[in-house]
């Protein structure tokens, strides 16, 4: 399984950035998809999660500004972030719970930075 993000960059607060997540597999269905991200010096967090039949769930740090959507013909799930905020400045990645429970390992981020 391999796991590309892309997306991040550095943005002024009040702004938007569009993350993607492509993923790679085979013999493996893909079920929820989520996005976590690392702030410098904190844990990694859970930001966002799609279910395979397009439930979500928010953190409430981004609720009404963030949004996940996917596209399951692409293998793609994607993080809408608008109202930035520096406190969203970290590395976000994306990780998938694959057939059998499986968790997909780490893709290797991209850094959003947002300047105040």
């Known amino acids: 399984v391999q796991l590309v993000e892309s997306g991040g960059g550095l943005v002024q607060a009040g702004g938007s950035l569009r993350l993607s997540c492509a993923v790679s597999?085979?013999?493996?269905?893909?079920?929820?998809m989520s996005w976590y991200r690392q702030a410098l010096g904190k844990q990694r967090e859970l930001v966002a999660t799609?279910?395979?039949?397009?439930?979500?769930n928010y953190a409430d740090s981004v609720k009404g500004r963030f949004s996940i959507s996917r596209d399951n013909a692409k293998n793609t799930v994607y993080l809408q972030m608008n109202s930035l905020e520096p406190e969203d400045t970290a590395v976000y990645y994306c990780?998938?719970?694959?057939?059998?429970?499986?968790?997909?390992?780490w893709g290797q981020g991209t850094q959003v930075t947002v300047s105040s």
């Open positions: 990780q998938t719970i694959l057939s059998f429970g499986i968790r997909s390992s």
């Open positions: 597999v085979t013999g493996l269905s893909i079920n929820a």
């Open positions: 799609i279910s395979s039949g397009g439930d979500t």
